[in-house]
Structures are given as structure tokens and as C-alpha cells.
């Protein structure tokens, strides 16, 4: 009893540092419905903020911005991580959670969960990544933007040779073949999304491929990786940068869209790597920069974080609607915890903790290419 009372005190006061009222009437105010959330919050940290969360523990009518204000005010470090998250950084830094072997684990548990899932709320052409909303509010005219930024950043002809690492759902191999006329070599290991892609890009210049990144093999005029890096890891961005680098052509063009951290790190938050992307990794720009030196020019780093923030609420308001035809498959809790990861994602790129870049890259052979559109 008594450690509850301290608990809910020092939860409630670090909670107000960032404007945040215990069962308060604003909409980014936490609803506490069970008391023992303020003991879990401070024994388990994020692991028990969004495992209570899901667990029916607490409601908050605005959890994207509850979470930047948490983000903003640096609430979330204030409180030591302890023994156990420090084993997980020793283990992070001394294994290679990225390997071969362990690659899949990203594939079976999150995007081989089910194509109706995934397509309930994204955009017609499949586009799990941040979209570009670049005059216009409506997400599928945002993602063909996005798919069209790209495809101009990298000076797609008709004739090239494009290769797609982590190609998802085809769709930006779709776009580039039947807008630009290139043909396309997409590389995934994911085999629900192979299935549908195979058979959506048929009848098109498109070959996708069951391929890990470290066994390429062929030479391609221009290289893109979509929303694939944050799954590379570390100990192995050395890996995929030679490559991209043994891959592409020497006039070549490689554009890397990814989201990136504001500071260095070898593991992803607690909760993320047990729900959601187990095993990924957010690279910042040293580590990316470390990778690839001595091997590519950097053309262009362009930070495209606050349309992420758009797409993220965009997506959630999809999953929202079409949640009465998916609940028959999908429990109430994981309901919560799809949420919970959107929403949390989206108040991180406000609170400016995590950006989108797209980085243009070429071989010192090159020259240097209008990048910047």
C-alpha cells in the first residue's frame, strides 16, 4: 500500500512536468482506470505504460499528444531504465540480432500478420512508409506523391534497371514500371507480401524475389530502399551499404528513405521490440554517415519527419473505421495495441524525437545528379 501511494505520487508529478493531468478533462490527460498502473509504470517504464494500455488499464482520448508531451519534456528518461534494459543494450551490442537466421523474425511476427490487416488502412498502392503531402490532405494522392519524389530523385528512364530492397507490397515496383517503363528486380523476405506482389505486378516488367539484402546479386542502374534499414541493424549497416555499393552500376543512383534518430542507438524501445518490430533499430545519421564512408557521396539528406506524423494519424484513422470487419479476426487488445502504435508514433515525429529522411547517394564514378526537385 504504501509503495502504491508513492508510486502514484511520483507518477503524477512527473506526468504534470509535460501538462499531463491524471484523470484530467483534457484530451491528452491520462484516464486511469486501474490503480496498479502507477506501480507498473514505474517497475516496467515504456513496457508497462503500453502493456496497460492495451490491457484496458487507462484511456486517453489523445495519446499522440500525450506521448509528445512526454517525448518533449524528456519524461520518459527521468526514470532510470534498469537492469533489465541494460542487459538488453550488452546483448544488442554483443549479438547480432540482425543476422540471417534471425532476419525472419521481423517478417512472421509483424508483416506476414495479414494482408487485410495491413490493407484496411493503407492507400491503394500498398505504401507502408511516411507519404509526401505535398498539396494536398487526402493519404492516396500523398503516397503516389511519395512514389513519384522518389522515382524523380533517382532520374528513372524508361530502359533502367531499378532495384527495390524490401519491396513490401510491390507497389512502389508497380509505379515505377507502368509510369517510368523500367523494369524492376524487388528483393523481400516476407512471404505474404511476395505472394500478393508476384501476382499484383503480373504481366509487368517486375521480377520479385525471396532475397535477403547480403545475397544480391546482378548490376542495376538505380537502387531504392523503402522503410527496410530500420529492420538492418547496427552490426550490419557496414553490410548493406558494400552491398548496394558491390550492386549498383557506377553512374548509378541509390536513394534511401528511412527513419532516422536524433542520437545513436543499438536497440528500439522496450515495447516496440515485443509487439511490434522485434529486433529493429532506428540508425541516426553518424551511423548511417560510419556505413557508408568511403563508398558513397552523399547528394541529398532531405527530412521529411512532419508528413510521417500525417501519415501515421491518417493510418489510424482507417484502422479506426474499419475495425467493425476486422474485430471477428482480431482481439480487442491488439485493437489497443495497434492504436497505441500508431498513435505513439505519430506524437514522437511531432515531439521531433524521430524524422523520415530520404538520402540520395552515388559512386565517386558518378556525376552528380539533380537530386534536390
Request: charged share 25%; with cysteine; glycine share 6%.
Amino acid at each position: 500500500m504504501v509503495r502504491s501511494k508513492v508510486s502514484h505520487k511520483l507518477v503524477k508529478s512527473l506526468l504534470a512536468e509535460g501538462g499531463i493531468t491524471v484523470n484530467g478533462s483534457d484530451p491528452w490527460d491520462i484516464q486511469v482506470h486501474d490503480e496498479r498502473f502507477f506501480d507498473r509504470v514505474l517497475r516496467e517504464k515504456n513496457l508497462g505504460l503500453g502493456e496497460t494500455y492495451m490491457d484496458g488499464w487507462w484511456d486517453c482520448r489523445r495519446i499522440d499528444e500525450m506521448i509528445c508531451r512526454i517525448l518533449k519534456n524528456r519524461l520518459n528518461v527521468r526514470i532510470a531504465d534498469g537492469l533489465k534494459a541494460l542487459f538488453s543494450d550488452f546483448f544488442a551490442r554483443l549479438f547480432n540480432s540482425q543476422s540471417k537466421r534471425r532476419s525472419r523474425i521481423v517478417a512472421d511476427r509483424h508483416y506476414d500478420l495479414g494482408n487485410d490487416l495491413f490493407f484496411s488502412f493503407l492507400d491503394p498502392y500498398r505504401q507502408y512508409s511516411c507519404a509526401y503531402f505535398n498539396g494536398t490532405d487526402d493519404l492516396a494522392e500523398a503516397q503516389k506523391c511519395k512514389l513519384d519524389l522518389i522515382c524523380r530523385k533517382m532520374n528513372l528512364h524508361p530502359g533502367d534497371e531499378l532495384l527495390d530492397i524490401g519491396c513490401g507490397w510491390g507497389g512502389l515496383a508497380k509505379y515505377a514500371a507502368e509510369l517510368y517503363d523500367c523494369r524492376v528486380t524487388a528483393i523481400n523476405i516476407s512471404r505474404e507480401q511476395i505472394v500478393f506482389a508476384k501476382e499484383w505486378c503480373r504481366n509487368l516488367p517486375v521480377r520479385i524475389l525471396y532475397c535477403d539484402y547480403r545475397n544480391l546479386r546482378g548490376s542495376f542502374d538505380k537502387i531504392v530502399s523503402v522503410g527496410m534499414f530500420e529492420h538492418v541493424g547496427k552490426k550490419n549497416y557496414r553490410t548493406f551499404m558494400e552491398s548496394v555499393h558491390r550492386s549498383l552500376k557506377n553512374d548509378g543512383i541509390f536513394l534511401l528513405h528511412t527513419i532516422g534518430g536524433n542520437e545513436s542507438c543499438v536497440r528500439c524501445d522496450s515495447w516496440f521490440d515485443k509487439y511490434i518490430f522485434p529486433n529493429g533499430n532506428i540508425p541516426s545519421i553518424a551511423q548511417i554517415s560510419k556505413a557508408m564512408e568511403g563508398l558513397f557521396i552523399m547528394e541529398d539528406w532531405h527530412n521529411m519527419g512532419p508528413h510521417y506524423e500525417k501519415t501515421l494519424l491518417a493510418w489510424n484513422d482507417n484502422f479506426q473505421r474499419s475495425w467493425p470487419r476486422l474485430k471477428n479476426r482480431y482481439t480487442e487488445r491488439f485493437k489497443r495495441m495497434w492504436e497505441y502504435y500508431l498513435l505513439c508514433c505519430a506524437g514522437a515525429f511531432r515531439a521531433r524525437l524521430i524524422q523520415l529522411w530520404q538520402v540520395v547517394l552515388t559512386k565517386y564514378h558518378s556525376t552528380q545528379p539533380v537530386c534536390r526537385l
